[in-house]
C-alpha cells in the first residue's frame, strides 16, 4: 500500500522561500504524476502543480512565477519550492499521486492517495 | 482558464436524506474531466468520482455522479452519518482547478 510522507520548514518569514519534499512509500514514481495541493486556513482546495515519472511539469497559472517542483526518482521523492513567499501562502500542503488512465477514449485523471498534510505558515 | 462553482455553499440535511450537490464551470468541460472528492475535518481529500459519473475504488453504491459539458451533479442517495463533509469537484480538463467545495452538515 503506498504512503506518502510529506515534510520541510513550517514557520517562514515573508519574502523567503517554502521548501517540501514528499516521500513515497511502497511505491515508485513510475507510471503516475506527483502532485501539490493546499488549503489556506478555513479555505478550500488549490491545485499548485504536478511533475510527471517523466519529469514533465505542470503549475497553477497564479502561481507559475513563484513554482518550481521537481522529482528524484533515486530516492522516490519529489518536491516542491515557492519563492517569494507571504502570509498568503499559508496553508496546509498536502502531496498526491495522481493516475492518468485512457478510458472510454478520454484521458482521464484523479489523486487517490494523498498525504497527511503539513502545516505551513508565514509570519515576520 | 476553467472556474468551477459549487452551490449551495452549504447543504443542511438529515441522516437518510438525499444529497444534491452542483458543480457548474465557467466552459464546457471536454470528456466529462470531472472528479469529487470528500474531506473530513482534519483529513486529506478522499477520491470519490472521476470522469463525472464513474465512483473510485471502494466508493459506496449511494455515492453517484452525472453531467456533462458546463453541469454536474454528485448525489448522494441516502446520507449516512459518515457523509457529512465538505464535497469538491475538480476539473481536469484545461490545467486543473478545484471548485470552492460545498459543506453537507447535519440538520
Known amino acids: 500500500q503506498v504512503q506518502l510522507q510529506e515534510w520541510g520548514a513550517g514557520l517562514l518569514k515573508p519574502s523567503e522561500t517554502l521548501s517540501l519534499t514528499c516521500a513515497v512509500y511502497?511505491?515508485?514514481?513510475?507510471?503516475?504524476?506527483w502532485t501539490w495541493i493546499r488549503q489556506s486556513p478555513g479555505k478550500g482546495l488549490e491545485w499548485i502543480g504536478e511533475?510527471?515519472?517523466?519529469?514533465?511539469?505542470k503549475y497553477n497559472p497564479s502561481l507559475k512565477s513563484r513554482v518550481t517542483i521537481s522529482g528524484d526518482t533515486s530516492k522516490n521523492q519529489f518536491s516542491l519550492k515557492l519563492s517569494s513567499v507571504s502570509a498568503a501562502d499559508t496553508a496546509v500542503y498536502y502531496c498526491?499521486?495522481?493516475?492518468?488512465?485512457?478510458?472510454?477514449?478520454?484521458?482521464?485523471?484523479?489523486?487517490?492517495?494523498w498525504g497527511k498534510g503539513t502545516t505551513v505558515t508565514v509570519s515576520s | 482558464d476553467i472556474v468551477l462553482t459549487q452551490s449551495p455553499g452549504t447543504l443542511s440535511l438529515s441522516p437518510g436524506e438525499r444529497a444534491t450537490l452542483s458543480c457548474r464551470a465557467s466552459?464546457?468541460?471536454?470528456?466529462?474531466?470531472l472528479s469529487w472528492y470528500q474531506q473530513k475535518v482534519g483529513q486529506a481529500p478522499r477520491l470519490l468520482i472521476y470522469?463525472?459519473?464513474s465512483r473510485a475504488t471502494g466508493i459506496p453504491d449511494r455515492f453517484s455522479g452525472s453531467g456533462s459539458g458546463t453541469d454536474f451533479t454528485l448525489t448522494i442517495s441516502r446520507l449516512e452519518p459518515e457523509d457529512f463533509a465538505v464535497y469538491y469537484c475538480?476539473?481536469?480538463?484545461?490545467?486543473?482547478?478545484f471548485g470552492q467545495g460545498t459543506k453537507v452538515e447535519i440538520k
Open positions: 470522469g463525472a459519473s
Open positions: 466552459q464546457s468541460i471536454s470528456n466529462s474531466y
Open positions: 498526491a499521486r495522481a493516475t492518468i488512465t485512457m478510458i472510454r477514449g478520454g484521458l482521464h485523471y484523479w489523486m487517490d492517495v
Open positions: 511533475i510527471s515519472h517523466t519529469g514533465i511539469t
Open positions: 475538480h476539473q481536469y480538463g484545461i490545467s486543473r482547478a
Open positions: 511502497g511505491g515508485s514514481l513510475s507510471g503516475y504524476y
